[in-house]
């Protein structure tokens, strides 16, 4: 896989804006989910993602990639995030100690299961609407089955089911990602 | 109830343990499931994990990579794409032979169940599996080809060329831009389908079943059967290509305008029946919209949709022809008197 970024990289620096679309389809929902870990704050973690996906393409033909382009935009936004707590507020600033502490392979880790997390809201993205949106209620606002009920005027069980139908979707679709997700979830 | 080892996991009464709505009874018997076997422990955390994970996608689910993409893209204000297509302007033709002029594009779409061959081919050099799931990726191959690859589709190619062709698999759909050796020509292999080209670029796609669909904008490609090396059929710039149950092979002229869209973003209509604007739509976003009565066949759209969004489009719909946009549970219909 990093092989590839390298050599989409390679087409990046002629100005292929194809290639380019290509890197930021791949990274830029799991650095957003990245950025926002630090940032706490959505908005500033795609205005920082974006800046930082710009900077790239202007100094395209100057960078200079040591390891993979992969962990090259990774410090790149954790860099652009911490400057921005830094730059923010005062009170900011032990959000700022508490992240530079951070280990570099904890850091790595945190970038593997962004982009993990990343794929899964993808495939979530994915789901029938009905399903996706009982199946959003409970995981994203935290809502009781009963209450969802209620909200839709249908039975428990059929709010049951929507969301276990779901679950069997995105097992299906993610089995492959379950050894990885396992790994890294573990490991955190 | 007595072996709930061999019961297959019932993933309703899981979704209420994992909400904390179980009672102690159905407690005892997940933990009897669970305690059964290895193989319902690891179901178990599978699905444990999906669950706990999908509540961390919160802030993630405001991000629109499309919209943001296009942001940046504006930022770093470079000329158009070199392939997106030119907006609309005159007839079919003109469009089409300015795509050619444009895109030295052959696309070639591959449709089948596969199964995956034996890579045996390449024992030597290390194979590369690239997936694309919710988003096309590109590919850029040792030997400088490059390779977009559709939603759902998948490329096997190894990490170096070496003998005396370059081979690569395809699931699903993907454009080629093959980069040209007259020396080593490159293969794809789809289930029984194999496409050959010596240089050129097109798009395979392997998605219907039992179809290999092979469009040619330019350059020249032989399609032809695993079973039946010898016949082989060649194709020609604005010819399609197909074979079908692995053995039939026949030819046609191309006449789907939208056949790139997935990789363009863009999606021209041009006096088009209502028929094949749904098809096309339903295609491109992955829906399933229907018409409500054979009255509205009547109706035909002039328009070209660029990187829009499914919601637009179907305004836009309603703003230029006499329809109205209904939402049921699982499908989107179309409905008015027509066009006449």
């Given at each position: 896989?990093?092989?590839?970024?390298?050599?989409?990289?390679?087409?990046?620096?002629?100005?292929?804006?194809?290639?380019?679309?290509?890197?930021?389809?791949?990274?830029?929902?799991?650095?957003?989910?990245?950025?926002?870990?630090?940032?706490?704050?959505?908005?500033?973690?795609?205005?920082?993602?974006?800046?930082?996906?710009?900077?790239?393409?202007?100094?395209?033909?100057?960078?200079?990639?040591?390891?993979?382009?992969?962990?090259?935009?990774?410090?790149?936004?954790?860099?652009?995030?911490?400057?921005?707590?830094?730059?923010?507020?005062?009170?900011a600033?032990?959000?700022?100690?508490?992240?530079?502490?951070?280990?570099?392979?904890?850091?790595?880790?945190?970038?593997?299961?962004?982009?993990?997390?990343?794929?899964?809201?993808?495939?979530?993205?994915?789901?029938?609407?009905?399903?996706?949106?009982?199946?959003?209620?409970?995981?994203?606002?935290?809502?009781?089955?009963?209450?969802?009920?209620?909200?839709?005027?249908?039975?428990?069980?059929?709010?049951?089911?929507?969301?276990?139908?779901?679950?069997?979707?995105?097992?299906?679709?993610?089995?492959?990602?379950?050894?990885?997700?396992?790994?890294?979830?573990?490991?955190? | 109830?007595?072996?709930?080892?061999?019961?297959?996991?019932?993933?309703?009464?899981?979704?209420?343990?994992?909400?904390?709505?179980?009672?102690?009874?159905?407690?005892?018997?997940?933990?009897?499931?669970?305690n059964?076997?290895?193989?319902?422990?690891?179901?178990?955390?599978?699905?444990?994990?999906?669950?706990?994970?999908?509540s961390?996608?919160?802030?993630?689910?405001?991000?629109?990579?499309?919209?943001?993409?296009?942001?940046?893209?504006?930022?770093?204000?470079?000329?158009?794409?070199?392939?997106?297509?030119?907006?609309?302007?005159?007839?079919?033709?003109?469009?089409?032979?300015?795509?050619?002029?444009?895109?030295?594009?052959?696309?070639?779409?591959?449709?089948?169940?596969?199964?995956?061959?034996v890579?045996?081919?390449?024992?030597?050099?290390?194979?590369?599996?690239i997936?694309?799931?919710?988003?096309?990726?590109?590919?850029?191959?040792?030997?400088?080809?490059?390779?977009v690859?559709?939603?759902?589709?998948?490329?096997?190619?190894?990490?170096?060329?070496?003998?005396?062709?370059?081979?690569?698999?395809?699931?699903?759909?993907?454009?080629?831009?093959?980069?040209?050796?007259?020396?080593?020509?490159?293969?794809?292999?789809?289930?029984?389908?194999?496409?050959?080209?010596?240089?050129?670029?097109?798009?395979?796609?392997?998605?219907?079943?039992?179809?290999?669909?092979?469009?040619?904008?330019?350059?020249?490609?032989?399609?032809?059967?695993?079973?039946?090396?010898?016949?082989?059929?060649?194709?020609?710039?604005?010819?399609?290509?197909?074979?079908?149950?692995?053995?039939?092979?026949s030819?046609?002229?191309?006449?789907?305008?939208?056949?790139?869209?997935?990789?363009?973003?863009?999606?021209?209509?041009?006096?088009?029946?209502?028929?094949?604007?749904?098809?096309?739509?339903n295609k491109?976003?992955?829906?399933?919209?229907?018409?409500?009565?054979s009255?509205?066949?009547?109706?035909?759209?002039?328009?070209?949709?660029?990187?829009?969004?499914?919601?637009?489009?179907?305004?836009?719909?309603?703003?230029?022809?006499?329809?109205?946009?209904?939402?049921?549970?699982?499908?989107?219909?179309?409905?008015?008197?027509?066009?006449?």
């Amino acid at each position: 896989m990093q092989k590839t970024d390298e050599l989409l990289f390679k087409s990046i620096r002629e100005g292929d804006l194809d290639a380019f679309q290509s890197l930021f389809d791949t990274y830029y929902l799991p650095l957003c989910m990245y950025a926002f870990g630090l940032l706490k704050d959505m908005e500033s973690a795609r205005d920082i993602t974006q800046d930082v996906f710009v900077t790239i393409y202007e100094s395209r033909s100057s960078i200079e990639i040591k390891s993979s382009v992969k962990a090259y935009l990774h410090r790149s936004v954790r860099n652009a995030c911490l400057n921005h707590l830094k730059s923010t507020k005062v009170q900011a600033w032990h959000q700022v100690q508490i992240a530079s502490q951070h280990s570099a392979s904890d850091d790595h880790d945190s970038m593997e299961r962004a982009e993990l997390e990343a794929r899964i809201l993808g495939e979530i993205q994915k789901l029938p609407a009905q399903c996706r949106n009982i199946f959003q209620m409970n995981r994203l606002e935290g809502r009781k089955n009963r209450e969802i009920a209620a909200e839709l005027g249908i039975s428990i069980r059929t709010v049951e089911t929507q969301i276990s139908k779901a679950l069997k979707i995105l097992r299906k679709n993610l089995g492959h990602l379950m050894p990885a997700l396992l790994l890294v979830t573990t490991a955190a | 109830m007595s072996d709930s080892s061999s019961q297959p996991v019932d993933t309703e009464l899981l979704v209420r343990y994992f909400s904390e709505e179980t009672t102690t009874r159905e407690n005892n018997v997940i933990e009897q499931w669970l305690n059964a076997n290895d193989q319902n422990k690891k179901e178990f955390n599978a699905l444990k994990l999906l669950w706990e994970v999908s509540s961390k996608a919160k802030g993630a689910s405001s991000v629109d990579v499309k919209n943001d993409w296009q942001k940046v893209k504006n930022r770093i204000g470079t000329a158009p794409e070199m392939r997106s297509m030119p907006p609309n302007t005159t007839g079919k033709g003109s469009v089409f032979s300015r795509l050619i002029k444009v895109a030295a594009v052959v696309t070639l779409i591959v449709a089948a169940y596969l199964t995956w061959p034996v890579l045996s081919d390449f024992t030597s050099t290390e194979m590369i599996t690239i997936t694309a799931l919710t988003d096309t990726s590109t590919v850029i191959l040792s030997d400088g080809s490059k390779i977009v690859l559709n939603k759902n589709s998948r490329l096997i190619y190894p990490e170096q060329f070496d003998g005396t062709t370059r081979t690569v698999t395809l699931k699903g759909e993907a454009f080629f831009d093959v980069v040209g050796d007259p020396s080593r020509p490159f293969l794809i292999t789809s289930g029984q389908a194999t496409t050959e080209v010596v240089g050129t670029s097109f798009s395979v796609n392997a998605g219907i079943k039992n179809k290999v669909l092979v469009t040619v904008v330019t350059g020249k490609v032989l399609l032809y059967s695993e079973g039946n090396q010898e016949k082989k059929l060649s194709l020609v710039p604005g010819e399609q290509g197909l074979l079908k149950n692995g053995l039939q092979l026949s030819k046609t002229v191309n006449e789907d305008i939208n056949f790139l869209s997935w990789k363009t973003g863009t999606l021209i209509f041009q006096n088009t029946s209502i028929d094949e604007v749904i098809r096309d739509l339903n295609k491109y976003y992955n829906k399933s919209l229907k018409i409500s009565s054979s009255a509205l066949k009547s109706c035909t759209l002039t328009a070209t949709f660029k990187q829009q969004s499914f919601e637009d489009v179907l305004t836009e719909l309603q703003l230029v022809l006499p329809i109205q946009v209904q939402n049921n549970e699982r499908n989107i219909i179309l409905t008015g008197v027509g066009c006449k």
